[in-house]
């Protein structure tokens, strides 16, 4: 069991957003994910700590998008993305929450996500989101950085391969915090 402050922790979901949770992801269905952390969610709410979803989304144009020469740069598919591509599954926002949107993989740059958690007091983060390798690690490493305490729930995070799974899991987040499943947090008064 990992407890935690209810007063100085924050949930942090990532782009738990209906173009994101409807693709084929492992270990676990995009379903499943959101499922999960609904229930971590409301065990949140519950004890008055803070939860933050986080979304992805670009202008139509893509202007906002990151502009550096990779070997395989991010475009948005042909005829655009779908209408809904940026809005957060149903059920998963309630009014008591801090909505982020970001326009690359992580959720600390270029938001203000650093100054919301500092405002508040939060020391620790928990993290869950789709995908895990990318803007769930970008956003582990970016807190860790920030000097925030990490804690993955593993179980609600997903991605695009076993591999990449696993490795985030395995050898990445070890490093960066602690690794859980969501029904080892507790969260103290």
């Not at 144009?61 to 991010?74: I, K, Y």
Request: include cysteine; proline fraction near 5%; hydrophobic fraction near 45%.
């Amino acid at each position: 069991m990992i407890s935690l402050p209810a007063s100085r922790t924050a949930l942090i979901l990532i782009d738990l957003q209906k173009g994101i949770v409807r693709r084929p992801v492992v270990p676990f269905t995009g379903e499943v994910v959101v499922e999960r952390s609904q229930k971590l969610a409301a065990r949140f709410r519950a004890a008055g700590s803070l939860v933050i979803l986080v979304n992805v989304a670009f202008a139509p144009d893509f202007a906002d998008a990151v502009r550096t020469e990779v070997d395989r740069p991010l475009s948005p598919p042909a005829g655009g993305f779908a209408p809904d591509w940026t809005e957060l599954v149903e059920g998963l926002a309630k009014p008591t929450d801090l909505l982020v949107t970001k326009r690359q993989w992580g959720a600390f740059y270029g938001t203000d996500l650093d100054l919301q958690l500092r405002r508040r007091g939060i020391e620790t983060v928990v993290l869950g989101g789709i995908a895990t390798n990318m803007g769930v690690e970008s956003t582990a490493r970016a807190a860790h950085e920030h000097g925030y305490g990490v804690v993955i729930a593993e179980d609600l995070t997903a991605t695009f391969s076993e591999a990449m799974q696993r490795f985030a899991c395995d050898h990445i987040f070890p490093m960066l915090g602690r690794v859980t499943t969501s029904d080892l947090i507790t969260l103290a008064a």
